[in-house]
C-alpha cells in the first residue's frame, strides 16, 4: 500500500541525519566506499560500548608535543606534567632524553623520587619511552622505572642490516625483554617506527608470545614503511597496548612515501584519524585493551621513504638516528618555542572535541531507540 502527498503537504525533510549516518560521516569523512563497507553499523549495543569507553578514554600528555621547548627552551620533564594536569588528562609519556640536562635519564635518584610524587600528587600515571632495544639503553630505563615506580615501557630497535638479519636481532632482544619484564614487573610496548611494517612487528610478537611484549601503534609511522594506517592497525590489533596520536601529511617519495608532521584533524592531515582511534578505542572485549592515547603532536617533524613498493622480500634497512624536530627553515627559535604549546593545546582540544561528537552520536543512537520503543 502507498499513499501520495498532495501538493499541498510536501513530505518533511529530517531535520537530522540518523545516528548512523552520522556515526560514518564522522569517522570516514571522505566517504571511501569501501572503508564504509567495513564499518560496524551503530548498533544499541556499539552505543553503549562507546560511551563507556569513551568516558574512560586514558588520553595521556606526550613529551614530543614540547619538544622544541624541552630541547631549546629550558623545558623539563615537570612542564610535561604541568601540561598533562592543566588538561584534566590521565598521564605523561616521556622520554629518558626529554629535557637535555634537565631530563629524566639526568636526574639523580632523588630528584626521579621527588617526580614520581609531584606526579602521584596531580594524579598522573607515567609511562617511560627509550629509542633502542640495546642491552645498556634497556638496563637504564629499567633501573630508572624501577625508582619512579613506572610500568610501561616504549622501545624501538635502530638496526641496519638486511631485514631478515634485522628481524633475527630484534628477535634476541624481544626475548631478553621478556625476562626483565617477569622480573621487574614491567610491560614492554615495541612501536612500529617507519622502518618497520607493522606485519613483520606483529609476527616478532606473534612468536615471542609473552603477555608482558606489545604493540605501541603509531598515527603515521606506517607511512614510510609503505603500509596503509587501517591496514597497519588491522595487522597490530591483537598486540596494541598503547598508541600516539598525531595528524601527518603523505609525501610521495620515489617508490614510497615519507611523511610531513601537520595538526592533527586540520585540511593537511591526511590520515583516518577519527577511525583509528574509534578502532582503538574498541579495542578488548570485556575490558579496554588500550591504555594509554598519547597525543603527540608533531606540527612540522618530517620522515623521508624508509621502504618501497617494490623493494623485494629481504630489502635492505638503513639506519636511522633518534627522531627529532629541530627549528624549521624560516623560524626563529623563539617563533617555534611561542608557537609549540598552542599546537598542543589544540590537539588536546580536537581530540575531546572528536570524542565529545563520537559519544552524542551514540546517546542519539540510545534515544531514537527509546522515543521509538514509547512510540509503542
Known amino acids: 500500500m502507498t499513499f501520495a502527498t498532495t501538493p499541498d503537504t510536501p513530505p518533511e525533510e529530517p531535520t537530522m541525519p540518523p545516528a548512523d549516518a552520522q556515526f560514518q560521516a564522522l569517522l570516514i569523512p571522505r566517504l571511501n566506499e569501501e572503508e564504509i563497507e567495513s564499518l560496524p553499523r551503530l548498533t544499541d549495543k556499539l552505543a553503549r560500548t562507546l560511551i563507556e569507553r569513551i568516558d574512560h578514554a586514558p588520553l595521556f600528555a606526550h613529551a614530543y608535543a614540547l619538544l622544541g621547548n624541552l630541547t631549546y627552551g629550558g623545558y623539563g620533564p615537570d612542564d610535561v606534567l604541568d601540561f598533562a594536569h592543566r588538561h584534566g588528562l590521565a598521564g605523561a609519556c616521556i622520554h629518558l632524553l626529554d629535557g637535555e640536562e634537565r631530563s629524566l635519564g639526568r636526574m639523580s635518584d632523588g630528584r626521579l623520587c621527588e617526580f614520581a610524587d609531584r606526579a602521584r600528587r596531580l594524579g598522573l ?30 622501545v624501538y630497535s635502530r638496526f641496519e642490516g638486511m631485514l631478515s638479519e634485522v628481524t633475527t636481532l630484534i628477535e634476541q632482544d624481544l626475548r631478553r625483554l621478556a625476562v626483565l619484564a617477569d622480573e621487574h614487573d614491567l610491560h ?5 617506527h617507519e622502518e618497520l611494517r607493522s606485519t613483520e612487528i606483529a609476527e616478532l610478537l606473534r612468536r615471542a608470545s609473552h603477555p608482558r611484549l606489545h604493540a605501541m601503534f603509531d598515527f603515521g609511522n606506517m607511512i614510510n614503511a609503505c603500509e596503509r594506517p587501517m591496514d597497519a592497525l588491522s595487522a597490530l590489533a591483537p598486540h596494541i597496548l598503547q598508541a600516539h596520536l598525531k595528524g601527518v601529511h603523505v609525501l610521495p617519495e620515489g617508490d614510497g612515501y615519507g611523511h ?6 586540520s585540511p593537511e592531515d591526511d590520515l583516518p584519524g577519527a577511525r583509528m582511534l574509534f578502532e582503538l578505542l574498541m579495542l578488548g572485549e570485556d575490558k579496554p585493551q588500550v591504555i594509554a592515547l598519547a597525543l603527540e603532536q608533531e ?4 620522515a623521508p621513504a624508509f621502504r618501497q613498493a617494490g623493494e623485494g622480500e629481504d630489502p635492505f634497512i638503513p639506519y636511522r638516528d633518534l627522531s627529532t624536530t629541530g627549528i ?11 608557537a609549540e604549546p598552542g599546537w598542543a593545546d589544540h590537539q588536546v582540544a580536537y581530540v ?25
Open 188 to 192: 614492554f610496548s615495541f612501536e612500529q
Open 125 to 154: 600515571s607515567i609511562h617511560l619511552e627509550i629509542s633502542t632495544t640495546l642491552r645498556a639503553d634497556v638496563d637504564e630505563v629499567v633501573r630508572i622505572a624501577g625508582v619512579l615506580g613506572v610500568q610501561h615501557i616504549r
Open 328 to 338: 624549521p627553515a624560516g623560524w626563529t627559535r623563539d617563533e617555534l618555542l611561542a
Open 260 to 265: 610531513r608532521g601537520v595538526l592533527q584533524g
Open 352 to 376: 575531546k572535541d572528536l570524542l565529545t561528537s563520537l559519544r552524542d552520536i551514540a546517546v542519539s543512537q540510545l534515544d531514537t531507540t527509546n522515543s521509538l520503543a514509547g512510540a509503542r
Open 299 to 302: 606540527n612540522l617533524y618530517y
